[in-house]
């Protein structure tokens, strides 16, 4: 199983480095890798916005573009080869940096500053090999240049590849914008009223009704309290695939549970197929039978499942995938109808993946805004027909 590794501590730039190893790895395996790819690395890469936990974006790009053993392999190797490269950049970047700061203090060449070289610039002469002034010079001169309002600015060509990178990877990835708040909002509209108690609630509609019939006011007319009788099983899907949507699917919960208001609601853990047994903890720890947690749902139970179904990596699994997979919903189904699946990755990336047969047996629906009101609808009865989402 494989488990996320914390990013490094390098200066590596995370837009350079996926850019270079996209272009590099693609090139170097024949595959069918497209800008969508890139853009949903770079999008992971970000991390966690409300822990700022991030990944190693070798890992990070293992789990998103590799199929095989044979594919971690040659982008292991491409990692290998593409970091001193990036390395070089970010550190001449930042040194330019340096230069066209205003803030930075002037020095003249008589200055003992110029004259006398730190312990920093002494180590980077060493490991860095010298360059002509004439060639440096002919370096400066071939960088595009671009205007802005506060003066000039160069542009960078590998940012320059990809532009409008964090809208448009937010766009592309599952992590479609759901803040916290729009959660909370979705799953307080899953409900299914019930009543509970003596009646002690004052009915004020129906007493001003009587009070008109009867001409005088005698007492008032009192009801049971209302609550939220809905119930809610999750089931999410945990690390390999899902390692870059953990903040996602933890806020999600996070909103069920705390702040929804729904009578009921338990949350169990999976790694790829929910089969014999599922977890009660995050970490996939406190196994419990999956036939004992279906046993104790009722009828109008709503069931969420949270999974790429394959759709991150791409991958088409007939027998330990799909077929498994298939086979659970239709034992959840005969328990209960009001069955919904959000998968994080959009819709475009189901295609060719197991994701794209398993949303035959369930209604599935992207991670976004509207997703996720729609997966509640099908929780709530509202949507008589199931369907794949778009």
Not at 89 to 94: H, V
Not at 227 to 235: G, H, I, T, W
Not at 300 to 312: E, M, T
Request: aromatic letters at 6%.
């Amino acid at each position: 199983m494989s488990t996320p590794r914390p990013a490094d501590t390098s200066t590596i730039s995370d837009l350079e480095a996926l850019t270079l190893a996209f272009n590099s790895f693609r090139s170097r395996v024949n595959r069918s890798l497209g800008t969508r790819d890139l853009l949903d690395a770079i999008a992971a890469a970000q991390g966690d916005p409300a822990t700022g936990e991030r990944f190693e974006l070798a890992w990070l790009t293992e789990q998103l573009w590799c199929k095989s053993t044979d594919d971690v392999e040659e982008l292991q190797q491409t990692w290998v080869e593409i970091r001193p490269r990036v390395e070089a950049q970010t550190n001449a970047d930042s040194s330019r940096g340096k230069e066209a700061d205003p803030s930075s203090p002037t020095t003249t060449a008589d200055s003992p500053l110029a004259q006398t070289p730190t312990s920093e610039e002494t180590n980077k002469s060493l490991d860095e090999p010298q360059k002509p002034q004439e060639e440096e010079s002919r370096e400066a001169r071939s960088e595009p240049k671009k205007e802005s309002q506060g003066g000039e600015s160069r542009v960078d060509p590998v940012t320059a590849a990809v532009p409008d990178h964090r809208d448009r990877a937010m766009e592309a990835a599952s992590a479609g914008p759901v803040p916290r708040a729009g959660m909370i909002h979705a799953w307080r509209r899953f409900r299914r009223p019930g009543h509970y108690g003596a009646p002690s609630v004052i009915d004020i509609p129906e007493t001003v009704r009587r009070t008109a019939d009867r001409g005088f006011f005698l007492e008032p007319v009192l009801r049971r309290r209302e609550r939220n009788d809905a119930e809610l099983l999750m089931l999410v899907d945990q690390e390999g695939s899902m390692a870059p949507f953990h903040w996602l699917t933890r806020d999600l919960v996070a909103a069920a549970v705390e702040e929804s208001g729904i009578a009921n609601v338990r949350v169990f853990y999976f790694h790829d197929v929910f089969q014999d047994q599922v977890f009660q903890q995050a970490t996939l720890r406190e196994p419990v039978s999956f036939d004992r947690v279906l046993a104790s749902c009722r009828p109008n139970c709503g069931v969420l499942i949270v999974s790429d179904a394959g759709a991150a990596r791409g991958s088409l699994d007939t027998d330990g995938r799909i077929v498994p997979t298939l086979r659970l919903l239709a034992r959840v189904r005969r328990k209960t109808r009001y069955v919904a699946w959000l998968n994080p990755m959009p819709a475009h990336r189901w295609e060719g993946s197991s994701a794209r047969y398993v949303a035959v047996g369930v209604p599935m629906l992207p991670m976004t805004k509207d997703g996720l009101n729609q997966a509640i609808a099908y929780l709530r009865g509202s949507v008589a027909k199931g369907g794949r989402g778009g």
